[in-house]
């Protein structure tokens, strides 16, 4: 795992726009794996600027996002997909077509989770993902004791993850208890995996992430095994290292 130390939070939204803006740039176009979460905003934003000052096109990108909540719609403020359209898709020329997350609303959610997979894998799979990491060392919502080789699945949410995620609602009983996600073996088939952790709070997660066995039970530890990833840290989540 490569590991890049920045000193801050808007440091470590720059240089992820950086790693990924030589990616976006390819004129083939570029497959990429986007989350949700605090931590990409700052990466999302970055993006954004770097549309605005006419340097980088999405036009030829396609994207796909780890996760959904289950039973959201689209236009709830809580969906992964309202969170998409105002942090990033809106505000660049993506094309609607070519931005897919899992659909949370799906009549049959296990043929969604299906057709999920088989929608990246027409694309040619992930180029680049960019992953944020759980306080439980969750990567989407891939909970703890989920297996290795998961594919996108429909999952019962952890209760401290509801926990963790309840800030953005109105109480904890609005915080959905089910969510579609990419699995953890989906994950994996990535070329390129990058990895945002910022803050105190995430020191514990980071220092199993590079020192823990690796374990179901701490799912990001999977990570250590990819040939490609780049784990970019502030100092902060870096500290108990
Ligand atoms: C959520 C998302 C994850 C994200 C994680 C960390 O549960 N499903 O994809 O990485 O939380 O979020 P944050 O960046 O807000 O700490």
Redesign the pocket.
């Known amino acids: 795992m490569n590991i890049i130390r920045v000193k801050d939070y808007d440091e470590l939204s720059e240089k992820a726009c950086e790693i990924l803006r030589d990616d976006i740039k390819k004129s083939a176009g570029c497959v990429l794996g986007l989350?949700?979460?605090?931590?990409?905003?700052g990466l999302y934003q970055q993006l954004i600027e770097a549309y605005n000052k006419g340097g980088i096109s999405y036009a030829n990108c396609t994207t796909f996002n780890?996760?959904e909540y289950v039973g959201l719609a689209s236009d709830d403020p809580n969906s992964?997909r309202y969170y998409m359209d105002e942090k990033l898709f809106s505000h660049i020329d993506l094309p609607d077509d070519q931005a897919f997350l899992p659909n949370g609303f799906a009549m049959d959610p296990e043929k969604e989770c299906r057709d999920y997979e088989a929608l990246i894998k027409d694309a040619g799979y992930v180029d680049v993902q960019v992953?944020?990491?759980?306080?439980n060392g969750?990567?989407?919502?891939n909970e703890p004791g989920t297996p290795f080789d998961s594919r996108t699945h429909v999952v019962d949410?952890d209760e401290s993850?509801r926990q963790?995620?309840a800030r953005f609602f109105h109480s904890m009983e609005d915080v959905p208890k089910k969510?579609l996600?990419m699995g953890i073996g989906s994950i994996m088939e990535s070329r390129k995996i990058v990895l945002?952790v910022?803050?105190e709070?995430?020191a514990d997660a980071v220092k199993e992430l590079v020192n823990g066995e690796m374990t179901n039970e701490f799912p990001a530890s999977i990570l250590q095994k990819h040939e490609n990833v780049i784990l970019i840290a502030d100092e902060e989540a870096l500290s108990k290292l």
């Open positions: 989350a949700t979460g605090s931590t990409p905003e780890l996760d992964y992953l944020g990491l759980g306080l969750h990567i989407g919502f949410l993850t963790a995620n969510a996600t945002l910022s803050g709070k995430k």
